[in-house]
């Protein structure tokens, strides 16, 4: 499963302003030191993934992306340019709120926008001071309340991942290749053409997924090469 193509997997966004902890919520999330963490802002200056498996939300994609409040000459329009390509590929964002929230709520807006299902989160709760006021103040701005956790000290993840869940509808993931072509008893007839520039004595991915979908759909399968189709069909 570590082998799932990327654009099979949930990708999972994470948005904010520069220093606001991305890259150690990204670490803490898959529980490696996947993005480089430092405290001079604009370390992160394109977008950073890390592919992995996570129960029960199966394959992900996690993307750490530069602040969106870069703006700092050319080289910052082109690292915020570079966070907004991300919302394209997100399934999930988890945004990232400070005190001022002004951005945040624009960015809200704009994933909302997008049909993006949306997590504000509250990071660094180990050193702020109020964060019960912080909550209800976001509470406030965006209707929703956010994730309260810290980073640093791995608190709250797990609350990240039930949220993602709550958040993805129940069918997502479901393979949808034959759609309602087919019914349980159906004989299905698979015409696969072999590329040959393709490993020897390996089909390529759409052909087993579409196999293992008519497979779970209790079709009957036949599959044939092209120049096999009608003594395929006499058959």
Known sequence: MNHTPHSNRLHIAI???RNSGKSSLVNALT???TALVSATPGTTTDPVTKAMEVYPLGSCLFIDTPGFDDDEGELGEM???RTLKTVE???VALLLYEEDGTLEKQWMDLLAEQGIPVIPILNKADSRRDVA???LWIERECGRTPVVV???EGTGIQDIFDAILE???EDFGEQTITGGLVAEGDVVLLVMPQDIQAPKGRLILPQVQTIRELLDKKCLVMSCTTDKLQAS???
Request: hydrophobic letters at 40%.
């Open 15 to 17: 948005f904010g302003r």
């Open 31 to 33: 529980g490696q030191d």
């Open 79 to 81: 690292r915020v340019e």
């Open 89 to 91: 590929k997100a399934d």
């Open 133 to 135: 006021s912080l909550v």
């Open 150 to 152: 810290s980073a640093k």
């Open 167 to 169: 958040k993805l509808p």
């Open 233 to 235: 069909l006499q058959a």
